[in-house]
């Protein structure tokens, strides 16, 4: 079945560790995103990769990282330089960048303590 | 003007009722509009596109009125499953640094009883 794969489900870090959390997609689609979601607030995009070896700054993208060394994979890491890591991380693709259509995986839950 | 603009909600209906949700815009030149639906504590996944005036897919049907810069989400026939957040989602048109990147809304809160 084709999909998106997040992982961890949930993750528990200290503060001051850097964290990074897993996405990879077997729908060959070109662009893959990051997303937060923080409780009663809307999507807020930190990065995304039109195509491999490029990505772009998203609105939020201080304290995060990015790679996308293949087209599978877009791994984020949470460094420790994020003032307020803990939230709810979605990542997600589509066909190209620029559509509406996008597929999420199941989300990690980043809690720092 | 927020960019995109939803009623919270919650918006609580019996089951078989027809609910509806609006949800605007204010980029006139917007050119795509999209409705994810989301389950508590899940990710969003698409229920509908919106290209030009509107679309239906069974109980569902979405409507554009550009006009007045917003679209809507009809829900007939309610059923307790289609209980959940109802994010509405702009895509702006392309202008030079946007990359034409998704504008968000906040979501209805939809919650069916029996």
């Known amino acids: 079945d084709g999909g998106i794969t997040q992982s961890p489900k949930y993750l528990f870090r200290k503060e001051g560790q850097n964290v990074t959390l897993s996405c990879e997609q077997n729908?060959?689609?070109?662009?893959m995103y990051w997303y937060r979601q923080d409780p009663g607030q809307g999507l807020r995009l930190i990065y995304y990769s039109q195509i491999v070896n490029d990505f772009q700054k998203g609105d939020i993208a201080e304290g995060y990282s990015v790679s996308r060394e293949k087209k599978e994979s877009f791994p984020l890491t949470v460094t420790s330089a994020q003032k307020n890591p803990t939230a709810f991380y979605l990542c997600?693709?589509?066909?190209?960048?620029?559509?509406?259509?996008?597929?999420f995986g199941e989300g990690s839950r980043l809690t720092v303590l | 003007r927020k960019e995109v603009e939803q009623d919270p909600g919650p918006f609580n209906v019996p089951e078989g009722a027809t609910v509806a949700f609006n949800c605007t815009y204010s980029n006139s030149a917007s050119q795509s509009f999209f409705w994810y639906r989301q389950d508590c504590r899940k990710e969003p996944k698409l229920l509908m596109s919106v290209y030009s005036s509107g679309n239906e897919d069974g109980r569902f049907t979405a409507q554009l009125n550009r006009a007045s810069q917003y679209i809507s989400l009809l829900i007939r026939d309610s059923k307790l499953s289609d209980s959940a957040t109802y994010l509405c989602?702009?895509?702006?048109?392309?202008?030079?640094?946007?990359?034409?990147?998704?504008?968000w809304g906040l979501g209805t809160s939809l919650a069916v009883n029996p």
């Open positions: 989602v702009v895509n702006p048109p392309l202008r030079a640094g946007n990359n034409r990147k998704l504008i």
């Open positions: 729908l060959n689609h070109d662009a």
């Open positions: 997600a693709s589509s066909i190209t960048q620029g559509g509406g259509e996008l597929f």
